[in-house]
């Protein structure tokens, strides 16, 4: 498996599946809004968490992907998918949707998705949708999303073996959001090295939990 982070919410996630065929997993790509370079990449799935991202998918993802934009269970290509309810959210007076938070399951690895999530902590219902997690993907730079605190805290009620942040400030970036050092220094990580992509395998994964990945945007 492959991971490779394009900014904010967009990542591009690359399984084999258990014919040996190549399944591009992308999720909510952004526009030209936000100030980051948009890639074109070609998808076989494409998930939406945050409602706002459907239209940025247009330009930015080729092909006819398989589209998951809510709540349910899903199977595509020997990779499944849970697409689990959030809190209703609503903020600066305005109801802003969020669709789901997600879980995906291919070659034995289990990655939870937090998408645009902004909840403080999760209930128990939450908790037990997502279950086991190898990787975490989640929000850490606050405003609009889960700040690095209120991730920290998520990170434990989940207890994952590898957490890679996202949706934090970085260069060229039209959002004030916080950086991910907060993060990093609540979690007592401020040594760890960015790399451009993540090459992990099931063997892989630390037994330890809690390890931390800073992906470089690419």
């Given amino acids: 498996m492959f991971i490779t982070w394009h900014g904010q919410s967009f990542f591009e996630i690359e399984i084999k599946n ?41 330009k ?31 903020g600066q007076g305005e109801e802003k949707e969020f669709n789901a938070l997600y879980k995906i399951e291919a070659e034995k690895i289990k990655i939870c998705y ?56 970085i260069q060229n970036l039209k959002q004030d959001i916080e950086g991910v050092e907060k993060f990093l220094k609540i979690m007592g990580r401020e040594d760890v090295a960015p790399q451009k992509k993540l090459k992990i395998a099931a063997k892989d994964l630390s037994k330890d939990e809690n390890e931390i990945v800073i992906l470089e945007p690419q």
């Fill in 18 to 58: 258990n014919q040996g065929e190549k399944i591009i997993i992308a999720t909510d790509p952004f526009d030209e809004s936000l100030g980051l370079k948009v890639p074109k990449i070609e998808a076989q799935i494409l998930l939406i968490a945050d409602a706002c991202n459907k239209r940025a998918s247009a």
């Fill in 60 to 90: 930015a993802i080729q092909g006819a992907p398989f589209l998951i934009d809510e709540p349910g269970e899903y199977e595509y290509k020997g990779v499944f998918v849970k697409g689990i309810a959030p809190f209703p959210v609503s």
């Fill in 114 to 169: 937090l998408g645009a999530l902004c909840q403080k902590d999760l209930d128990e219902n939450q908790i037990e949708e997502i279950g086991q997690v190898d990787i975490l993907i989640i929000p850490v730079g606050g405003v609009h999303f889960v700040d690095a605190k209120a991730a920290a805290n998520i990170v434990s009620q989940i207890e994952p073996r590898m957490i890679i942040p996202m949706c934090y400030k």
